[in-house]
Nanobody, 123 residues
Framework: QVQVAESGGGSAQAGGSLRLTCVKS????????MGWFSQVPGKEREFVAA????????TYADYVKDRFTISRDPAKNTGYLQLDSLQPEDTAVYYC????????????????WGQGTQVTVSS
């Protein structure tokens, strides 16, 4: 079994910052990618960012480039998503996912998902 758990969501003012954390636990394996997706009610899950196992390669959605930063610590099975310059339209549930191709922006490429953490940005 593999468990994925997010934390760090909450409320922020426009222009503010939050840091999300993702921890993978359970069955041990390496060389996996970590990705982050966001979802608002009534819409499909949307790709935000992903990172390779080593952390030296990242993929970002255009709308978060220069505002969000993905990173990870493979030794700790932990990943992070730093959200800066937050805007009200960033309000969503953010999901962490584990998969094998950090270049993929499709949720279908990720096998294990967390329960999500709510991010709310007010103007």
């Amino acid at each position: 079994q593999v468990q994925v758990a997010e934390s760090g969501g909450g409320s922020a003012q426009a222009g503010g910052s939050l840091r999300l954390t993702c921890v993978k636990s359970g069955r041990t394996f390496i060389n996996y990618a970590m990705g982050w997706f966001s979802q608002v009610p009534g819409k499909e899950r949307e790709f935000v960012a992903a990172i390779s196992w080593s952390g030296d390669s990242t993929t970002y959605a255009d709308y978060v480039k220069d505002r969000f930063t993905i990173s990870r610590d493979p030794a700790k099975n932990t990943g992070y998503l730093q959200l800066d310059s937050l805007q009200p339209e960033d309000t969503a549930v953010y999901y962490c996912a584990v998969g094998w191709d950090h270049r993929s922006t499709s949720p279908r490429s990720y096998n294990y998902w967390g329960q999500g953490t709510q991010v709310t940005v007010s103007s």
